[in-house]
Each structure stands twice: as C-alpha cells, then as structure tokens.
C-alpha cells in the first residue's frame, strides 16, 4: 500500500511538471501498463488533484491536468473536430460569444467544447439570455461588456430602430479587438498570392473576412508543387494558431503557407522554427 501511495504520489509530480499530459505519457515514464496509469490519474482525479478534460481528447484518452495549467490547454485545439475547432478559434478571439446572435451548429459546438466555452445566464427584460465566455476570461472582466452589450440593445429598441437578429453592431467587443474592414485583408491576400506567382482554389471560409484558406500551386523549374493557403487576420499569431496550421498541413500532406497581418509571439517564433513545413509570411511586410 505504501509503495501504491508513492507512485500515485509520483505520478501526481510528473503532472505538476509535465501537464497537461494523457495516460500513455505518465505509463511510458513510469513503465506502467496503461490501465494501470489511467487508474492512478483516475484516483487523483477523484481527490480532485488533477483535473481531467471532457470533450476534448488525443485520440481516445482525455488529458489530465493540475490547477494552474488551464491556459495550456489552448496547446491542443488542433484535437478538436472541424467544427468544434472552428467555434472555439471564434470564441478564443472574440472572448465573448451571444448565443442567440450566432448560427444553429455554432450554437451546437459550444455545448459540446465544455473545456472552452463557459455559459453564462443573464435574465434581461425579454427572458433569460446566455453569453458564452472563453474558458479562462474571467467572469468578472465577461459581465461588463455583456452588460454593455444589453444596454446598446435596449437604447436600439428605444429609437425604433429597425430589427435585425444578427445586429453585429450588439455583439459584445473585447477592449482592444480590431474591427473588420470589409474586404480588405481578403484582398490584399489574393494580391499577395497573385504577386507571387501562386493560384488561389477551393476557397474555404472559417470566419468571414478574417480566417479562409486555399488550395494552391506553383510552377517551378522543379515542376507543379502544391501547397496549403492558411489566411488568418489576428494581431498576434500564437502557437496555438501555427499547431493548427501544422495539423492542416500533416492532414494534407503538403507544406503550408500562413499568411497574416500579424506578428508572432516569442514561444510562436520559436514553435516556427521547429516546424519546417509551415511557412510564415506577413502580407504587409
């Protein structure tokens, strides 16, 4: 019982040090049989020393996790299908999603990612509401702007201004969030791609304006070499943003290009430079 007591001791350090982490890590370094990690994890889960990811899995087994290792969780959206991916990158960004001003599947994909998207029920004049909160804003920063966001939509109503559903103009703002222009970083990619040599295909639209991709080729003395367009207009581009790419790239099996108006952050530079197949380039320069 004792020698149990100090492994499971044993593990819960490797986790300390490590996390988050899966229970095949935690069994190669201690030479367990993976059930057996799994159960030690499982236990320390039970005390609630370790936490443990719900919807959110490598592969099969969720990630185990201590307190204070909640952000590097956004390490591994990659994990996450198409969709659910798509909805926590929006979430990620914006901090502050309202439920009843996003599209049906998106709705959908928030009650799933529970590791990343937080409810918040707020009782308004027409019923209750809920405001779905990024997993680690805090929720004392969250209800101001959605308070906010509820007065702007009441002094609408008081001007008898026209209804619309998906009134951006309401959405909840993050201080700091830069507005969309229309167009113009859409275009000013197609440019990008038109002025060196590169055909844009197969457009794919995961946030209006401000996330697509492309299929792409360029001739070359060596012949036709295909590569995979990531366009994402962000300020500043994490390791979280180029894992994704990195996972675009291995799902197609070809090198791909990540085209932003952002910088990059120290930790993404260096997650960069040991990733070769992603190449990183600044449309303005």
């Known amino acids: 019982m004792n020698n149990q007591n ?14 988050p982490l899966i229970p095949v890590q935690v069994a190669r370094n201690f030479k367990l049989e993976i059930m057996m990690a799994s159960a030690y994890l499982s236990e320390l889960v039970s005390n609630k020393k370790l936490n443990v990811t719900k919807f959110l899995k490598i592969g099969t087994s969720p990630l185990y996790y201590a307190l204070g290792q909640e952000e590097k969780l956004s390490n591994f959206l990659s994990y996450l299908p198409q969709r659910p991916r798509q909805i926590a990158l929006i979430l990620q960004e914006n901090k502050i999603l309202r439920d009843n001003l996003i599209e049906p599947w998106q709705r959908v994909a928030l009650r799933e ?10 009782m308004t004049d027409s019923g209750e509401e809920i405001f779905w909160h990024w997993y680690i804003f805090p929720e004392n920063e969250a209800i101001p702007i959605i308070n906010k966001a509820l007065t702007l939509k009441k002094q609408e ?9 998906v009134q951006t103009t309401i959405t909840p703002q993050v201080k700091g969030t830069r507005k969309i222009k229309s167009q113009e970083f859409e275009n000013d990619v197609l440019n990008y791609l038109t002025n060196n040599n590169l055909e844009a295909n197969n457009k794919k639209t995961i946030r209006k304006n401000s996330d697509f991709e492309f299929e792409s080729s360029m001739q070359t003395n060596l012949g036709n070499i295909h590569i995979y367009v990531k366009a994402r207009k962000k300020t500043s581009i994490n390791e979280s943003d180029l894992g994704l790419a990195l996972n675009l790239s291995n799902e197609k099996k070809i090198p791909i290009l990540f085209l932003t108006d952002g910088k990059l952050t120290k930790k993404a530079e260096k997650y960069l430079q040991q990733n070769k197949l992603i190449l990183f380039r600044n449309i303005y320069g």
Do not use: H
């Not at 109503?157 to 559903?165: A, C, G, L, R, S």
């Open 6 to 19: 100090q492994l499971r001791d044993a593990v819960y350090q490797f986790v300390l040090e490590n996390g």
């Open 113 to 122: 990612i529970s590791d990343f998207a937080f409810p918040l029920k707020i």
């Open 157 to 165: 109503q008081i001007v008898n201004e026209p209804k619309n559903e």
